[in-house]
């Protein structure tokens, strides 16, 4: 049957304080759009988003433990010195579910874990269209399972993700609640991607200011992730899910990119349903800015710090 899907295609637009050493990350981010979504194309930047990102993570004073997961690909990110292992984070990494990987996990992991002292737990889940939903919610599950039968309980993990990776992170919470299972400690949201049916106002109205994403990818991703399936169910756009009993969480958006609404409006359903929800938009900044080198990037990494300090 013929494909009759537009392919990926690029918009140029002015990318504003980007100097050389960021562009050298944008190009990891997820937003590196390639013309087609061939799987050419898709292996290309999965390869260099493993290259940069090793080059990239801060790694000083930190130890990276590679290991398989029942097959998955899987790492800690520890600190060296001594320190207490009370608490864990299950990072789930971005890509618009059709890229990202280990060596790309590397870079917020480490940022993570120098600001929280945490050891990290990262995972690379199965990526589309090669692998569609829910082959990615299932191996975020088994990873979380991997947690409790090393010991922690629910209440000692924080669960943390960037742009899809929030979204994983949000389903997993949805899909535990559904299970009748405890939820984690805390939750971290960077540039979360809560809404696949993408009817938020910022998707038009930020579309000429992002610097990173464009409507046009998140469609595509989106076609490639949940290929003729109901967009509104919160296995996919968690924003339409019960927040009932969530956990207390942080959410940082910046003030230029499409996905700005998704975050605003997830702090809404989340204030409805008595979840104690911090929200934090950065001015000026784009879609996951805490991976760049910048201070407002280092700040907003130490706000999250201090956020799971008072809480845990």
């Not at 010195?81 to 059709?98: E, K, Q, V």
């Not at 060596?103 to 874990?113: E, F, R």
């Amino acid at each position: 049957m013929e494909d009759k899907r537009p392919p990926f295609r690029k918009i140029s637009k002015t990318t504003p304080h980007l100097g050389p050493s960021m562009r050298v990350l944008k190009a990891i981010h997820s937003a590196a759009v390639p013309d087609e979504m061939t799987a050419e194309d898709l292996e290309k930047q999965r390869r260099s988003q493993e290259l940069l990102g090793n080059l990239v993570a801060p790694m000083s004073g930190l130890d990276w433990e590679t290991f398989q997961l029942d097959s998955m690909p899987a790492a800690w990110m520890r600190l060296k010195r001594p320190h207490r292992r009370l608490h864990a984070i299950l990072y789930c990494h971005g890509g618009g579910y059709t890229s990202g990987n280990l060596g790309y996990s590397k870079v917020l992991a480490s940022k993570l874990t120098n600001v929280t002292g945490y050891d990290v737990l990262t995972f690379e889940y199965r990526l589309a269209p090669e692998h569609t939903f829910p082959a990615a919610i299932e191996d975020a599950e088994r990873a979380w399972d991997h947690l409790m039968h090393l010991g922690y309980g629910a209440r000692d993990v924080v669960v943390a993700g960037d742009s899809a990776g929030g979204n994983l992170a949000l389903v997993l919470c949805h899909r535990l609640k559904a299970q009748g299972r405890m939820l984690p400690s805390a939750l971290l949201l960077m540039s979360p991607w809560t809404d696949m049916t993408a009817s938020g106002d910022s998707y038009t109205t930020l579309a000429d200011v992002d610097p990173m994403l464009t409507p046009e990818y998140i469609s595509a991703v989106t076609r490639a992730y949940a290929p003729n399936m109901d967009l509104t169910d919160p296995m996919l756009s968690p924003l339409f899910g019960d927040f009932d009993g969530f956990p207390p969480t942080l959410i940082q958006v910046g003030s230029h990119e499409i996905l700005n609404s998704d975050s605003i409006r997830l702090k809404e359903a989340m204030d409805k349903a008595g979840v104690s929800c911090h929200l934090e938009v950065w001015k000026d900044m784009w879609h996951v800015f805490q991976m760049f080198p910048s201070k407002k990037a280092s700040a907003a990494m130490e706000q999250m710090g201090r956020f799971l300090l008072e809480l845990l």
